[in-house]
């Protein structure tokens, strides 16, 4: 029982719910699978026995029985008669790309370096009533739209969507691809004083989900960058949805700066 303990918590075992819907098998299935994914149960670990799951878990040998038999299905275990099931998933830390911290917010399409940026859509369209709020712009105005995605190794990591005033003429797709924000506006003659970023989490859109290769019930992140001209109007807003397990948003705060940081902050937190 002492190598069962190291393996397991008492929380993880007492996290089978008999009550629950989801088969008692695949509860254990769920949890083993965890486990190995993480690296907690590292390759070549051998896991219990169908008797000694069964026991410690308080379920029948069947059940622990399918839960290792689709372990091994899924080729994270090798089952061997006389030796037992041992790992055989090598986990491996994942690469995640890295947005930009504080100071160069304004470059958040553009970072990393190894990544690629798509361009699913760009013209002058018609907002939605929300975008058009926030601009207080008239009913028939047109906004510039473009709509990317950000990839490493082809796979989308990131989904953009931004709207600008202020950007004339036809657009060339391969510019709007490998130009920064800061680059694209200022281009237009268009010069950033200022920029509210605001960081939260959000269910994605059927067309987000399908693009990011996520369960539209997953949580994903949610940037929205407001940057304002030196007259404090806003002239480009973008937002960006990012996949949780293929992108970490790190902040790089100086500690000369910390105090007045932590001043600031106290003052921009609301409770929702």
């Given at each position: 029982?002492?190598?069962?303990?190291?393996?397991?918590?008492?929380?993880?075992?007492?996290?089978?719910?008999?009550?629950?819907?989801?088969?008692?098998?695949?509860?254990?299935y769920l949890?083993?699978?965890?486990?190995?994914?993480?690296?907690?149960?590292?390759?070549?670990?051998?896991?219990?026995?169908?008797?000694?799951?069964?026991?410690?878990?308080?379920?029948?040998?069947?059940?622990?029985?399918?839960?290792?038999?689709?372990?091994?299905?899924?080729?994270?275990?090798?089952?061997?008669?006389?030796?037992g099931t041992?790992?055989?998933?090598?986990?491996?830390?994942?690469?995640?790309?890295?947005?930009?911290?504080?100071?160069?917010?304004?470059?958040?399409?553009?970072?990393?370096?190894?990544?690629?940026?798509?361009?699913?859509?760009?013209?002058?369209?018609?907002?939605?009533?929300?975008?058009?709020?926030?601009?207080?712009?008239?009913?028939?105005?047109?906004?510039?739209?473009?709509?990317?995605?950000?990839?490493?190794?082809?796979?989308?990591?990131?989904?953009?969507?931004?709207?600008?005033?202020?950007?004339?003429?036809?657009?060339?797709?391969?510019?709007?691809?490998?130009?920064?924000?800061?680059?694209?506006?200022?281009?237009?003659?268009?010069h950033i004083?200022?920029?509210?970023?605001?960081?939260?989490?959000?269910?994605?859109?059927?067309?987000?989900?399908?693009?990011?290769?996520?369960?539209?019930?997953?949580?994903?992140?949610?940037?929205?960058?407001?940057?304002?001209?030196?007259?404090?109007?806003?002239?480009?807003?973008?937002?960006?949805?990012?996949?949780?397990?293929?992108?970490?948003?790190?902040?790089?705060?100086?500690?000369?700066?910390?105090?007045?940081?932590?001043?600031?902050?106290?003052?921009?937190?609301?409770?929702?």
């Amino acid at each position: 029982m002492d190598e069962l303990e190291s393996l397991f918590s008492a929380k993880d075992i007492a996290s089978l719910q008999q009550e629950s819907h989801t088969p008692l098998y695949h509860q254990m299935y769920l949890l083993l699978k965890n486990s190995i994914c993480d690296g907690t149960l590292s390759y070549g670990t051998q896991l219990p026995t169908e008797y000694q799951l069964a026991d410690t878990f308080k379920v029948s040998r069947i059940t622990a029985k399918r839960a290792l038999d689709d372990l091994s299905a899924e080729g994270l275990v090798e089952r061997r008669r006389g030796k037992g099931t041992h790992v055989i998933y090598n986990y491996e830390s994942p690469r995640q790309a890295e947005p930009p911290v504080v100071s160069d917010l304004h470059h958040l399409e553009s970072i990393p370096e190894d990544t690629s940026v798509k361009v699913i859509d760009a013209c002058f369209r018609q907002a939605p009533a929300k975008i058009k709020e926030a601009f207080d712009i008239d009913t028939n105005e047109l906004l510039f739209n473009i709509i990317r995605t950000g990839q490493k190794n082809n796979i989308p990591f990131a989904y953009y969507t931004s709207w600008t005033v202020g950007l004339a003429g036809e657009h060339d797709p391969a510019l709007l691809a490998s130009a920064s924000r800061t680059e694209l506006l200022r281009g237009a003659g268009i010069h950033i004083i200022n920029i509210d970023q605001t960081v939260s989490a959000t269910l994605p859109t059927p067309s987000i989900a399908k693009t990011l290769d996520i369960s539209p019930n997953i949580p994903i992140l949610n940037i929205v960058q407001c940057s304002y001209d030196k007259k404090g109007k806003l002239v480009d807003r973008l937002e960006g949805f990012f996949h949780p397990e293929r992108l970490l948003y790190k902040v790089n705060i100086k500690t000369d700066l910390i105090d007045n940081t932590q001043k600031t902050q106290q003052g921009i937190v609301e409770t929702i």
